[in-house]
């Protein structure tokens, strides 16, 4: 969509693949006719040397020797009324505070991006800050969701939430809404507490002394919320009780992963409306992907960068590849998980994280944690990081 006179509402100039990748998921919805180019800031002075200035400027300015002189450069082209958007390589908050107090940036983001960060950080100077629709005080929910039985969206839950808390270094709830018939406790090789029932049931008796008696502990930075109801439970889970419980788990936690079953019911539409992130996981077969569209509607109305699409099973003998995948969703998978019919298996049926027994499932599973967190697997957690990424709660 453009202004009066020719004027862009929103252009970017951005320097790698995966950044392009999280601000057209992020943002490809909220702006009609976004405009996104390869480059880095000088690409930009250079295009708006010749271009009517955009309504708003995103600039990558990571590798540019000296981004100060860059951005004078910039401002030179610009009319004055150009709000800019700035991304790059440094993680100092000194930095930060040269630019967006000294230098009248916007708003910065460190790299790797993801498209919460980028919902988070630049949507608002886009559509107004009415869009961030979540509340992010206290921990970060994220619902995984499969969109049918059996497409192992409990095999990524369990190990999502793992993997949060070792490359973070956060803590960590797992909170199983399968109160009859859940597997997260076997794929640990724990014994959930009783009282999960109860909480969704009766907030009213739910507190953190409560919270205490009910969690599970997985390992120092992990805490499991489940229950073995027996299939024949008549379990009446309410939206009030299943808010109640996520508040003390965002008081207490810094992410709450919730392995959400499908369709949902009213605690499980309390635990979507409350989430960060919704994880929707299908498999690779005509059912899967229509699924996937169904569900994917879910997030309807949602702030942007909130549904992320995983493909699981990805090569599964006989299954859809990934092309027909893509053509059937409209999109390509956000995520993409192989089939490892060895290594899963063994795994669930030692009661041992996927992530210990799976090279290759670890590998696969890094870019979707990497997206929720806004941490790279290498990286601790610097201030830009938390600032800007998974601690921004």
């Given amino acids: 969509m453009s202004g009066g006179g020719g004027r862009a509402n929103f252009v970017a100039f951005l320097s790698d693949e995966p950044s392009e990748t999280a601000v057209r998921g992020a943002l490809g919805q909220l702006v009609e006719g976004l405009q996104i180019r390869r480059g880095n800031i000088r690409t930009a002075t250079k295009a708006l040397e010749r271009e009517a200035t955009p309504r708003v400027l995103l600039v990558d300015i990571a590798g540019i020797e000296n981004p100060i002189e860059a951005l004078e450069e910039l401002a030179g082209v610009c009319t004055p009324d150009v709000r800019v958007l700035v991304v790059g390589d440094r993680e100092d908050y000194a930095f930060y505070r040269e630019l967006t107090r000294e230098l009248g940036v916007t708003e910065y983001g460190c790299k790797p991006l993801t498209r919460d960060m980028v919902a988070s950080l630049f949507a608002p100077h886009l559509v107004g800050e009415e869009t961030e629709a979540v509340d992010h005080r206290g921990g970060r929910v994220v619902a995984v969701c499969g969109v049918r039985g059996g497409v192992g969206a409990t095999t990524i839950a369990v190990n999502l939430a793992l993997h949060l808390a070792q490359t973070t270094r956060s803590h960590v709830a797992l909170l199983d809404l399968h109160v009859r018939g859940g597997s997260t406790a076997m794929m640990l090789g724990a014994r959930p507490s009783a009282g999960l029932k109860v909480a ?119 299954g859809l590849k990934l092309k027909m995948v893509t053509e059937g969703l409209g999109q390509p ?61």
Avoid: C, W, Y
């Fill in 200 to 318: 969704l049931e009766e907030p009213d008796r739910v507190d953190a002394l409560f919270l205490d008696r009910v969690a599970t502990p997985v390992d120092d930075r992990v805490r499991l919320i489940a229950a073995e109801e027996p299939l024949e439970a008549e379990v009446k889970a309410t939206a009030e009780g299943a808010k109640r419980l996520l508040e003390l788990l965002r008081q207490r936690f810094n992410h709450i992963v919730v392995d959400t079953p499908m369709p949902p019911g009213p605690a499980e539409r309390a635990v979507l409306a409350m989430a960060r992130q919704h994880v929707l996981v299908f498999g690779p077969d005509v059912a899967g992907v229509r699924d996937a569209v169904a569900g994917r509607k879910l997030g309807g109305g949602s702030a942007a960068g909130r549904t992320l699409m995983v493909l699981n099973r990805a090569g599964l003998p006989g």
């Fill in 333 to 393: 998978p956000d995520f993409v998980i192989p089939d490892l019919p060895r290594h899963l298996p063994r795994a669930a049926h030692l009661g041992r994280p996927a992530l210990q027994e799976s090279a290759a499932f670890r590998r696969a599973l890094a870019p979707l944690t990497q997206e929720i967190s806004g941490v790279m697997a290498e990286k601790s957690g610097s201030l830009l990081s938390r600032l800007f990424g998974g601690g921004r709660r």
